[in-house]
């Protein structure tokens, strides 16, 4: 059964992830997630919607699970790689393109231990931060290689799943 939240944005955002393969679920989460209100439990999302700080989150969340290899996503206790971790911006910056979102919904003021305006800064820009991986995972593609395909580069994604 699809989840209903009351917040519109949390709403589109769960309909997004759950469109593109990955559970949600709504339920209550402990204090301590790495992330309020959202967590990563067997290769889905629970979001607790009384604890979200930030919706954006749900699509960082997302995103880690989308990067990560099939195989490890349903591990019990999540655990992302560096690179990993790169790839998941560079994806969070493609779904919230693709979303047309305001980027301070994933990249909020405070977040990213405070790297969020500098993270802003360097996609708006052009910046191809995690975009390799991406293209490595066969997710999306940089300029070049798209232009050789026929199709448009990051952030337009291919597909959203590893």
Known sequence: MKPVFADPLTQRLADFVIGIGIDVTAGELPDDTFLPGVDIRSGGLVIDEKHLAHPGDILHEAGHIAVSEPQSRKAERFEATDGEELA???????????????????????????????????????????????????????????????????????????
Do not use: C, I
């Not at 360097?122 to 910046?127: I, M, N, P, R, Y």
């Not at 300029?143 to 580069?153: D, K, L, S």
């Open 88 to 162: 998941t911006l560079a994806w969070s910056w493609a779904a919230l393109t693709h979303l047309e979102l305001d980027p301070a919904v994933v990249f909020h003021p405070g977040g990213y231990k405070g790297e969020a305006e500098w993270l802003l800064e360097t996609f708006a820009s052009g910046g191809a931060m995690g975009v390799p991986l991406l293209q490595y995972y066969g997710l999306t593609l940089e300029p070049r290689q798209a232009a050789e395909r026929g199709v448009a580069p990051f952030p337009n994604m291919l597909r959203w799943l590893r």
